[in-house]
């Protein structure tokens, strides 16, 4: 029984070793970003790196009379248009049979390393955004 638990804790070990270096060597971190729809709708969030591209994840979910739209985060990039602006652009790919194959997400939103909650344009809904840089 022991030899079990032994061998199950060298092999969580090694795994979570494996992906250490892939987020090791994403690059420098510049900031983070969160994204949080406070009704239906979606969530995002992740670093803000250093060459421009984001990380992390998320998704976009909501009901229609057509059925469930689903989007997922697959990639992304951001840029400082003026000082204590960042323009984040969100790359998706539909999920559901609704949502289309590719779909892109842009806004620009202030620096304020703390939430702050804005309206969604295409929604008229809340959301919770965070914007911060080191």
């Known amino acids: 029984m022991e030899i079990k638990k032994i061998a199950a804790a060298v092999t969580l070990a090694a795994a979570a070793c494996a992906v250490v270096p892939a987020v090791a060597s994403a690059g420098p971190v510049a900031g983070s970003y969160t994204l949080a729809d406070l009704g ?10 250093s060459d421009g591209t984001i990380g992390g994840g998320g998704a976009v979910s909501f009901s229609t009379p057509a059925g469930q739209f689903i989007e997922k985060v697959v990639s992304g990039t951001w840029s400082s248009p003026s000082p204590g602006l960042v323009t984040l652009t969100l790359n998706l790919v539909g ?5 289309p194959p590719t779909d892109t997400f842009t806004i620009t939103a202030p620096v304020t390393n703390q939430p702050f909650k804005a309206i969604d344009p295409d929604s008229g809904g809340p959301v919770l955004i965070r914007i911060r840089l080191f």
């Open 95 to 99: 999920v559901s049979a609704i949502a």
């Open 40 to 49: 239906q709708g979606g969530w995002t969030g992740g670093p803000l790196r």
